[in-house]
């Protein structure tokens, strides 16, 4: 993905679901859904195009929501973005896809649909809504039917760390594309559910050991989380290479770096995890608000607690928007990292 920048881009707040951990409803389950016009869309993506015309990056979508398949124009998007020749994923719910409906994303260009599993039956649908984990489990193979390939990313938090391994079962069964998972950033101090560091790297060897054994399954197993590096580091899998620039960020959190979300109101964040806004899409230039002081927070790594003394720090920062999500301060230890730093 070196050649694109990625735009997470929200297109309405509209949903079926009211999850337990989603940003949008945190606080208040029955606040009023904002979608984005569709003069407002023609903005943001032309606004998306120019800057990334002033990078010399290609653009890369992830059209999301809420459930993006629920607002009005989301077919009238996808045409345009088939247009125009423009790679695009959907990060979306299953209740509203069937054989047609996969078969019109493929043919829009459409190159890979991300559902969410977040625990066996009881917990997902607790999280979720009733129905939902039978749902998800069904339209895998809809999706994959179509051509497009299907990913499954599961929300780890202490309600459902003990069925992330199983979790992997299913979706090796159920032959995802890929399966990946992301640690709960609470939008609340109140809403906490901690896993410390010990129980964290223990679930990463579990997983690491469930890797293994499906590593011939068709399965890819994307290690999204950025503490992988540091338990990969810890086996001796990976190391650190001689000679690197010692100034450069050569991996790690993209915030800042090739990454930024656009809300259904334009407001542009450096992280949807975190509360990060930095401009509008509708009044500021995408390439201007890139560039600026604001932004700047976000790569002013010299200022991180902890990753800023240790080896690892260019090349794996753990999760800023999880280290804010329990501190309110995105420059502090990540509360899962176990490693010790002088």
Request: aromatic share 10%; charged share 25%; proline share 5%.
């Given at each position: 993905m070196d050649k694109y920048f990625a735009f997470q881009w929200h297109i309405t707040d509209n949903c079926d679901q009211r999850c337990k951990h989603c940003y949008i409803f945190s606080?208040?389950?029955?606040?009023?859904?904002?979608?984005?016009?569709w003069a407002d869309m023609l903005s943001a993506l032309n606004n998306c195009e120019d800057m990334?015309?002033?990078?010399?990056?290609?653009?890369?979508?992830?059209?999301?929501?809420?459930?993006?398949?629920?607002?009005?124009?989301?077919?009238?998007?996808?045409?345009?973005?088939?247009?125009?020749?423009?790679?695009?994923?959907?990060?979306?719910?299953p209740f509203h896809l069937n054989d047609e409906v996969c078969k019109n994303l493929k043919d829009c260009g459409?190159?890979?649909?991300?559902?969410?599993?977040?625990?066996?039956?009881?917990?997902?649908?607790?999280?979720?809504?009733?129905?939902?984990?039978?749902?998800?489990?069904?339209?895998?193979a809809c999706i994959r039917h179509a051509g497009i390939r299907s990913v499954i990313m599961t929300t780890v938090s202490g309600a459902n760390i003990a069925e992330i391994p199983d979790i992997i079962d299913l979706t090796v069964e159920h032959h995802t594309d890929v399966f990946a998972f992301a640690r709960y950033c609470p939008a609340s101090f109140e809403k906490t559910t901690h896993i410390n560091p010990g129980e964290y790297k223990a679930l990463l060897d579990a997983c690491w050991r469930k890797f293994d054994e499906y590593k011939d399954s068709g399965t890819i197993f994307n290690l999204k989380d950025h503490l992988w590096t540091l338990y990969l580091h810890d086996k001796g899998l990976f190391k650190i290479p001689a000679g690197l620039d010692g100034q450069m960020i050569y991996d790690g959190c993209n915030c800042g770096?090739?990454?930024?979300?656009?809300?259904?109101?334009?407001?542009?964040?450096a992280c949807r995890r975190m509360d990060s806004m930095?401009?509008?899409?509708?009044?500021?230039?995408?390439?201007?608000?890139?560039?600026s002081e604001k932004m700047d927070k976000y790569r002013n790594f010299g200022k991180f607690e902890k990753c800023s003394r240790c080896e690892l720090g260019r090349f794996c920062r753990g999760c800023p928007a999880v280290a804010y999500g329990y501190t309110r301060n995105l420059y502090s230890a990540d509360p899962q990292c176990w490693k010790e730093v002088s």
């Open positions: 606080e208040d389950i029955n606040i009023s859904p904002r979608e984005m016009p990334c015309a002033s990078f010399k990056r290609i653009p890369y979508l992830y059209i999301t929501g809420g459930d993006p398949i629920l607002h009005k124009d989301f077919w009238r998007l996808l045409a345009l973005l088939k247009e125009k020749n423009i790679a695009f994923s959907v990060l979306g719910n459409c190159e890979r649909y991300q559902l969410s599993i977040d625990g066996l039956r009881d917990t997902h649908d607790k999280i979720r809504k009733p129905g939902s984990f039978d749902a998800t489990l069904e339209k895998i770096i090739s990454h930024l979300t656009i809300l259904p109101n334009g407001d542009i964040y930095v401009g509008n899409a509708f009044t500021d230039r995408l390439a201007d608000v890139f560039i």
